[in-house]
């Protein structure tokens, strides 16, 4: 079943002039793939109605990268802030959906179960804006969450245009939001550009909201990993190992052992059997498909491979686009045969 009052749209126009590279930002790959495909799967699970991919920089190359997946795409060809590409998808956005979730897509630690916790947490409440956020110890950079006496949320305001009081605030805008449909594009129609970067901010839908009255609630992550966008080759190398820790831990909970999990690469696309053994370094992508109680050595680094049970692959062997009959074992520094 789909959710039928569900549209998502991830924002996906932008460069990404930190990571300092020719390539669009969400293209750049984190744990064997593309990050704006992380987000797309991390969306799938709540089933929307549509999902609307809002592309600018490099819109084929982004384009090809999710031709598998089933999404509707709006072109932001001038960069105007990050209401104005939300804006661009009013008319694509479906008749009969309520809710539009947002989210960009430069965040690959994003969990479907969160995500998912948000938009139920929306309807329950029956808001017409909920935000998430989280706290950090430094939150530079990061629009702060303003807040009543009571608790409320006031609004948003961005680091370029914080007071020194402001910046002490350690309640961040993780950038995910569900919002009615209708108020969003009313919203976003009356949002200016009166601000440091001369953009329209999608943030400013939430003073919008409040002082129309409307219920404004906040769901919030003690996980700050998971929301933060990756805006530098610092940050994509953190969300690769991030990803990669995930990844580990859930082989190790399947029966799978681990020395120095941290240095074992398994691509998602890998499957393993129980009671086999990685050494450290080793590497597995592709479609490989390894058995149960085999010995993977120290460096061995497989592609696209066939292995069967209560095999043994000795140490730095490498191995592409090959079948290992069970019970097989195999001396270091193996190659294809």
Not at 126 to 130: E, I, P
Not at 187 to 196: E, F, M, P
Not at 263 to 269: L, R
């Given at each position: 079943m789909s959710s039928p009052q569900l549209s998502v749209i991830i924002l996906a126009a932008g460069k990404g002039t930190r990571m300092k590279s020719d390539k669009a930002k969400v293209l750049h790959e984190v744990f064997f793939t593309p990050m704006i495909r992380h987000v797309v799967n991390a969306v799938l699970p709540l089933n929307p109605k549509q999902i609307v991919t809002i592309v600018g920089h490099q819109q084929d190359a982004?384009?090809?990268v999710l031709q598998d997946f089933d999404l509707d795409f709006a072109v932001q060809d001038q960069q105007l802030g990050t209401g104005h590409a939300v804006l661009i998808a009013e008319n694509i956005i479906r008749r009969d959906i309520d809710t539009v979730m947002i989210l960009c897509g430069d965040t690959p630690l994003i969990k479907a179960e969160t995500l998912g916790r948000m938009y139920r947490e929306h309807r329950a409440g029956?808001?017409?804006?909920?935000l998430m956020t989280t706290h950090l110890d430094d939150p530079t950079n990061y629009g702060r969450i303003l807040t009543t006496l009571a608790g409320k949320i006031a609004g948003i305001v961005e680091q370029k245009d914080a007071t020194a009081e402001q910046l002490r605030i350690n309640e961040i805008n993780a950038g995910i939001y569900c919002v009615d449909k209708e108020f969003l594009f009313s919203?976003?129609?009356?949002?200016?550009?009166?601000?440091?970067q001369n953009e329209v901010y999608l943030t400013d839908i939430v003073k919008?909201?409040?002082e129309r009255g409307l219920s404004v609630e906040k769901v919030s992550t003690d996980n700050p990993l998971e929301v933060l966008g990756v805006n530098s080759r610092v940050e994509l190398a953190e969300a690769h190992k991030a990803l990669l820790q995930r990844r580990n831990i859930d082989l190790m909970m399947q029966g799978v052992s681990m020395h120095q999990p941290e240095?074992?690469?398994?691509?998602?696309?890998v499957h393993i059997g129980r009671d086999t053994l990685l050494e450290p370094c080793v590497r597995i992508t592709g479609s490989s498909r390894i058995g149960e109680s085999c010995l993977i050595g120290q460096g061995a680094i497989l592609e696209n491979c066939r292995i069967g049970d209560h095999v043994v692959i000795g140490p730095y062997s490498l191995l592409?686009?090959?079948t290992v009959d069970a019970a097989s074992v195999l001396a270091a520094f193996s190659r294809n045969p």
């Open positions: 982004v384009q090809q029956k808001a017409a804006l909920t919203a976003l129609k009356r949002v200016g550009t009166d601000n440091s919008l909201a409040v240095s074992i690469s398994v691509s998602p696309e592409s686009d090959t």
